[in-house]
């Protein structure tokens, strides 16, 4: 397939052969929505109009937390937090229908603005994932990682049919299940080998631990999706 400016990131996503492909690209959009916000871009009215309605979820506050600019992120919460203890607080307006204010409180808890970027954007880049699909040099490099995690084996599962035919989806469930499949049989074997060394017959300073070491961490993150 010929590359174009659409391409190239699916291309990029799917070069390394280390961990979950579908991973990288939510990893790719939130890195940089989470900079972006994080930037100049605090300062811009429609941003912070955003920003202050949708507010942010624990993974995105945690990830926000870790940049260097604390400024922007406490400048972005008194605003969020002073319109959302007016929306929630303030004064009950003459007509304002009777559940409104507990709709507005689920949705407050419930949204965030970078989540709502990172689905803009996979929704996009999906589609193109599923457009180059057809493309013998792309199946061969999803063929080449390592898994998919589970939560994106479900996604993909669940959206593959909107965007293959029959047979494309057919011959893309099977490749994303044998990659699922066998990561899975893999990281049991770990794990299993791992709850094998605290057996006083495996102890000592010769014990083989083999791949189990870090099993744990790594069945973790297949399972969320987000690496502990």
Known sequence: MRESILTIPISEILEP??????CRMR????SRTVEYIMGAAMMEPDVRIETNRAGFCSVHFSQMLKQKNRLSLALMLQTHLD???GQLFSRKKL???KNARKKRL???NESCFVCEKIDWGMERLMRT???MFGDPGTRQLLSEQEFICLPHFDLLQSIAPNYLKKQEFDSFNELCRQLTENYMNTLYEDVSKF???YDYRSSGKDADWGNSRDSIERAVGFLTSRQP
């Open 17 to 22: 052969k280390e961990g979950c492909p579908i």
């Open 195 to 197: 709850c094998s060394m």
């Open 95 to 97: 007509f304002e229908p």
């Open 129 to 131: 994932f599923f457009e």
């Open 83 to 85: 319109e959302t203890r």
């Open 27 to 30: 990893n790719m959009l939130e």
């Open 106 to 108: 689920s949705e407050i």
